[in-house]
């Protein structure tokens, strides 16, 4: 059973810290992994998506991949309260099935 | 910017019942696929199509269910003989060959 592994949360930061999510995986074979953040009553939204190890950075975001450690992170620089939402961590392997985390919900504190 | 679209938005049926659900991926996209998210539960997978064929199935994707494309632009999900358990948000999603996937916003299924 191919397992994506994240931590409910809440993770609760105040307004402009950086928030910290981790996400890891089982399958040695996952070769793209994919952040998402959803929210409530709403349809997931791609955010970022990395496939070789190290760091990948578009605008407040920064993704960081550690295959050998079967590690993904999601850092969010200066946290917004309308980044509030839960962050789904998926992994996708050879074809196309992608396993889903259970997400963690983020709340950032005005 | 492109999306993909979904119909309907809210589906009640009875129990036994069959529903289709409807889709349009977004038109430069090659890869379609099927989540379902049960309330307060993860995303799960369901099929993934391509090139006119299913290429990745999950086990929750059983005889129940069926994909097709009838035509160049619409996508859909069959499910035959609805359970309680079948109650869920549907999402359909596409993308091109690499990149994640662009979601739908979702038909919501009651089965009653």
């Known amino acids: 059973q191919k397992e994506v592994e994240q931590n409910s949360g809440p993770l609760s930061v105040p307004e402009g810290a950086i928030a910290s999510l981790n996400c890891t995986y089982s399958d040695r074979g996952s070769q793209s992994f994919f952040w998402y953040r959803q929210y409530s009553g709403k349809s997931p939204e791609l955010i970022m998506f990395i496939y070789s190890n190290g760091d990948k950075e578009d605008g407040r975001f920064t993704a960081q991949l550690n295959k050998a450690s079967q590690y993904v992170s999601l850092l969010i620089r200066d946290s917004q309260p309308s980044d509030s939402a839960t962050y789904l961590c998926a992994v996708k392997g050879g074809y196309q099935k992608v396993t889903f985390g259970t997400g963690t919900k983020l709340q950032v504190i005005p | 910017e492109p999306e993909v679209t979904q119909t309907p938005s809210h589906q009640v049926t009875q129990m036994g019942q069959e529903v289709i659900l409807r889709c349009v991926p977004i038109?430069?996209?090659?890869?379609f696929y099927w989540y379902r998210q049960i309330l307060g539960q993860k995303v799960e997978f369901l099929v993934s199509?391509?090139?006119?064929?299913?290429?990745?199935k999950s086990e929750i994707f059983d005889d129940q269910f069926s994909v097709e494309r009838p035509d160049g632009s619409n996508f859909t999900l069959k499910i035959r003989s609805t359970k309680l358990e079948d109650s869920a948000m549907y999402f359909c999603?596409?993308?091109?060959?690499?990149?994640?996937?662009?979601f739908g916003s979702g038909t919501r299924l009651t089965v009653v």
């Open positions: 199509f391509y090139n006119n064929e299913i290429s990745e």
């Open positions: 038109s430069n996209h090659l890869y």
């Open positions: 999603a596409s993308s091109v060959a690499t990149g994640g996937d662009t």
